[in-house]
T-cell receptor
Framework: NAGVMQNPRHLVRRRGQEARLRCSPMKGHSHVYWYRQLPEEGLKFMVYLQKENIIDESGMPKERFSAEFPKEGPSILRIQQVVRGDSAAYFC???????????FGSGTRLTVV | RKEVEQDPGPFNVPEGATVAFNCTYSNSASQSFFWYRQDCRKEPKLLMSVYSSGNEDGRFTAQLNRASQYISLLIRDSKLSDSATYLCVVIRGAGGTSYGKLTFGQGTILTVHP
């Protein structure tokens, strides 16, 4: 049973480009969460999704960031027109329905140059 | 004020030492409490849940004081492999329901040296 799979592990983008981060939850997990860890800071909640629904996006920046979890396929965190301040580690976690059985993926490290 | 506050350290201790980490949380509606461990540039991993009655897992003991909104982690007989960042984590129920939205403290860095 594979864990939470995130790809790519490392992503380099130039300022103004788009970044797409993918997260495949563990088998049987229907809840996906995205967290961001800026350098020298703690992890901050961004968004909580279930299949085809955004449940809580209170931690998402108002512009340029979006997330989806389609019926088929992985969850995608999309950052448009990246800026240097978007450089961070982005972690995805998944859990089974109605429990706190969290599992984190290995993260995607985004570097904006 | 941050919702979850920890002493960032760093704590630098010799092998075999006992070390204690403290954490406070500001929202009295918080429902569930955890300690996570994060190794350098890796994902956080659950170390243990924290219960009001206190709980122990080998060399690790966690305590929760709801009245003071205070959480602690005690590590006895420190090992080199305990070197990591320890994250205090809280789940706050929202509107009568709860789900797994974790609120992390900034983390406390521990280095155990020979």
């Amino acid at each position: 049973n594979a864990g939470v799979m995130q790809n790519p592990r490392h992503l380099v983008r130039r300022r103004g480009q788009e970044a797409r981060l993918r997260c495949s939850p563990m088998k049987g997990h229907s809840h996906v969460y995205w967290y961001r860890q800026l350098p020298e800071e703690g992890l901050k909640f961004m968004v909580y999704l279930q299949k085809e629904n955004i449940i809580d996006e209170s931690g998402m920046p108002k512009e340029r960031f979006s997330a989806e979890f389609p019926k088929e396929g992985p969850s995608i965190l999309r950052i448009q027109q990246v800026v240097r301040g978007d450089s961070a580690a982005y972690f995805c976690a998944s859990s089974p329905r109605d429990t706190y059985g969290y599992t984190f993926g290995s993260g995607t490290r985004l570097t904006v140059v | 004020r941050k919702e979850v506050e920890q002493d960032p350290g760093p704590f630098n201790v010799p092998e075999g030492a006992t070390v204690a980490f403290n954490c406070t949380y500001s929202n009295s509606a918080s429902q569930s409490f955890f300690w996570y461990r994060q190794d350098c540039r890796k994902e956080p991993k659950l170390l243990m849940s924290v219960y009001s009655s206190g709980n122990e897992d080998g060399r690790f003991t966690a305590q929760l004081n709801r009245a003071s909104q205070y959480i602690s982690l005690l590590i006895r007989d420190s090992k080199l492999s305990d070197s990591a960042t320890y994250l205090c984590v809280v789940i706050r129920g929202a509107g009568g329901t709860s789900y797994g939205k974790l609120t992390f403290g900034q983390g406390t860095i521990l280095t155990v040296h020979p």
